[in-house]
């Protein structure tokens, strides 16, 4: 009678072959390394991306082992060619991602990766530009005095601030209240985060006003004016009759 092997020694083996294989021995390196990095970010900057991050990068280590076994045990040459390109690739992504965290950290750049991972130091240093309202000089808006009753607050990521600027000033120039502050915009609930999307939110007493506060919007960033969109519901908000969100 055939003895069962046990499943602890085939386990066993399967860890001995992984760290015999150079291979395997890098991609480990590789996932620990952004792992490590994904850490990084969850002290310096969102947890919650740091999480998204390691969960990708476990992700990645799986697909490349399978990749390798492709490469070892596939009898086409094409195969194991196009098995050795997505690992080359995958690899190179994790470590440029891990080895750009500390340049982005200490002196934030390159910017838009220091943004993406929201690093507060990069939020502030970018911010120590004052924010300043650009007019609007355009026609299709006129100053309303009964606008002063409203007061519109602008909340941007700092890719978007000249764009802000653009969008307090033309709100101004209409005779609202307004003002902008930066912001990562992390705690918005919505399904759209896409770059160069505005969400406008309304209170329920400020609705009536909601429309024309859009179009100014729009008149103001008309390259982004099809990415502008109302929250559909009413909403309690901590500051402000209306808030333009742009992402």
């Known amino acids: 009678m055939q003895k069962r092997k046990h499943p602890t020694g085939l386990y066993e083996r399967l860890v001995d072959i992984g760290l015999k294989d150079p291979f395997i021995r890098g991609v480990v390196g590789v996932v620990v390394v952004a792992a490590a990095a994904s850490i990084a970010i969850s002290t ?46 995958i690899m190179f992504v994790l470590l440029v991602f891990a080895l750009l965290l500390i340049p982005a950290a200490v002196v934030c750049w390159p910017q838009p990766y220091a943004q993406l991972i929201s690093l507060p130091n990069c939020a502030a240093q970018v911010e120590s530009k004052p924010f300043t309202p650009v007019a609007y ?9 009964d606008n002063a009753k409203y007061n519109v607050r602008v909340f941007y990521r700092v890719a978007r601030k000249e764009d802000a600027e653009r969008v307090v000033g033309a709100l101004l120039s209409a005779g609202y209240r307004s003002g902008g502050a930066a912001s ?64």
């Open 137 to 145: 000089t355009g026609t299709g808006i006129s100053f309303n005095p």
């Open 184 to 247: 990562t915009l992390d705690e918005v609930v919505t399904p759209n985060r896409n770059p160069d999307t505005t969400l406008i939110k309304t209170t329920t007493q400020a609705r009536p006003g909601v429309d024309d506060v859009s179009r100014i919007v729009k008149i103001a960033i008309p390259v982004k004016a099809g990415a502008v969109s109302l929250f559909p519901e009413d909403s309690t908000l901590r500051s402000g009759d209306f808030q333009v969100l742009m992402f």
């Open 44 to 89: 310096l900057g969102s947890g919650a991306k740091a999480v998204i991050t390691l969960a990708l990068c476990l992700s990645f280590g799986v697909v490349l082992i399978v990749l390798r076994a492709l490469m070892r045990y596939a009898d086409s040459a094409f195969v194991k060619f196009v098995c050795f390109a997505f690992s080359g690739a």
